[in-house]
């Protein structure tokens, strides 16, 4: 395993630090909309002004025992408690990851090239999942965008497609068709590039265990989590909106935006109200799970109603 | 008669053990990340198994066992108390009496409804599993207990709608109520 590449910045938070009582006191000012991680790396003098919402509830931590045994990874199982299980067959090493398509300078990373390269950030994001429950995860990671940078993407590349990893020795349960394998996962350039859209190889202060998608994993606060693929072997710039698996799987359930929409109901789940995991009284969901501010501006314009 | 008394404590004591189980769970905080979504599955989960244990009396007795007949109505009300579970676990725990978000629910969201009318369906059936309305019935009881059938359906098809995807497990739950209708219908000229 490799060591754990941290590249402390003055003022930057220790996972250890993550509650103090001042910090939490202010929560709200840094998790309640804003770039909350880069918030916690500047020392919290540069964070978003309070939400005013009345809905706006404090965001704890979700308890990492939670988010390491409460997951959606198909590859390993369809029940939640599955992954925890079942991904030790998964080796994220040695991995590396191919970028191809619409770019100047296609070509593959190592995990090892992509942590030396890209200084990891610690964020503290909310993940909403489409069935509605939440999580508040501390990543660590860094944009997507400096990454798909280094490849060149030209002037064609108006969409990204992640792809997670398809090994059937690996993934065993993949030998059945429960989903049409590999999951496949996309973004409009625009979203790919924005700097609250991480590859996170980290979460509470550690390497990613394998059930959340070793050992990288998109990270897209805003969108429902199927959306943040796991374990990511190659990723594609597209001229055309690729091929995503859940939006193939069943199109009027899941949209290729599956932007965090508390108007736009699930066939099967209303969307208005969420359980925080650890919380008994359900929440109202946020637009854009809370970070509108940084990215209702992506979608002016749009339907949202229709491009759900 | 007394074999009868037994195996209707047994059937209660089976009805009652996986409570014991799932408050031990609960005690011991063993039920996970979403302990609320456990209590709903597993509650969900043996109503439907102790339904389809109560539809298999008749083709059982029909078969050569008679003396199972007294288990049909305690399976029934032991179905009928794990549906009740199931319901108020999702009104009470998971939706905190929220009438306009219930009713939301119900309304739209399809799995819901048919989960819904099958408890609407089940509640005359306990109400009247009792021989004070068996007598005040008369044949129309049988009529009115042939409902077990749609909400068995409706039970299932609750289910089914209700994954995502990998539809096994219903699936099995399908087949075992498909069967059991059957066995209803092959068995049907021997009284």
């Known amino acids: 395993m490799a060591p754990l590449i941290r590249i402390p910045r003055p003022g930057a938070a220790k996972e250890s630090e993550a509650t103090p009582r001042a910090l939490y006191l202010r929560r709200r000012d840094f998790l309640g909309g804003a770039l909350a991680g880069a918030a916690l790396l500047v020392g919290c003098d540069g964070g978003a002004e309070s939400r005013t919402d009345e809905a706006a509830r404090p965001d704890e931590v979700t308890p990492r025992k939670d988010a390491t045994s409460y997951n959606n990874f198909y590859e390993f199982g369809t029940n939640k408690t599955d992954p925890a299980e079942n991904a030790h067959t998964l080796r994220p090493r040695p991995w590396t990851v191919a970028v191809e398509g619409e770019c100047a300078k296609p070509g593959t990373l190592g995990i090892e090239d992509v942590l030396a390269a890209f200084p990891r950030q610690e964020r503290v994001y909310r993940l909403r999942c489409v069935e509605a429950w939440s999580m508040v995860i501390p990543w660590l990671g860094f944009p997507l965008g400096d990454l798909l940078k280094r490849f060149e993407p030209t002037s064609k590349a108006k969409y990204v497609q992640l792809e997670t990893l398809w090994d059937t020795e690996q993934m065993p349960l993949t030998r059945k068709p429960t989903l049409d394998w590999p999951y496949r996962e996309g973004l409009r350039i625009d979203e790919a590039m924005h700097p609250l859209a991480i590859l996170a190889t980290g979460m509470y202060g550690e390497e990613l265990p394998n059930q959340n998608g070793a050992p990288l994993r998109l990270v897209v606060p805003w969108k429902y989590g199927f959306k943040s693929g796991k374990s990511i072997v190659k990723i594609r710039f597209t001229e055309q909106q690729p091929y995503t698996t859940w939006n193939a799987s069943a199109p009027d359930e899941y949209g290729f935006y599956a932007n965090v929409n508390p108007d736009v109901d699930h066939p099967r789940w209303s969307q208005r109200r969420e359980r925080r995991i650890g919380e008994l009284a359900k929440r109202p969901t946020l637009p854009f799970n809370g970070y509108g501010d940084e990215v209702a501006s992506l979608y002016a314009g749009m339907d949202l109603a229709k491009l759900f | ?191």
């Open chain 2, 1 to 191: 008669m007394a074999r009868g008394r037994t195996l209707n404590a047994a059937a209660v004591a089976a009805g009652a053990a996986p409570a014991a189980w799932l408050a031990w769970r609960a005690a011991a905080g063993d039920l996970g990340a979403n302990p609320i979504e456990a209590v709903e599955h597993a509650t969900g989960g043996w109503a439907l198994r102790f339904l389809l244990a109560a539809l298999a009396v008749t083709p059982l007795r029909r078969l050569g066992l008679p003396a199972l007949a007294p288990l049909r109505r305690t399976l029934g009300l032991v179905a009928f108390v794990w549906v009740c579970a199931h319901f108020l676990t999702w009104s009470v725990v998971d939706n905190g009496l929220d009438w306009a978000a219930i009713g939301e629910d119900i309304v739209e969201r399809p799995y819901v409804t048919v989960g819904f009318a099958a408890f609407v369906l089940l509640i005359p059936l306990a109400a009247t599993s009792n021989r004070a309305a068996m007598r005040a019935l008369g044949r129309r009881w049988v009529t009115l207990h042939r409902l077990v059938y749609p909400a068995a359906l409706l039970a299932v098809v609750h289910f089914l709608w209700l994954v995502k995807k990998d539809m096994t497990e219903p699936l099995v739950y399908a087949a075992a109520l498909g069967a059991l209708l059957a066995a209803r219908f092959v068995g049907r000229g021997k009284r």
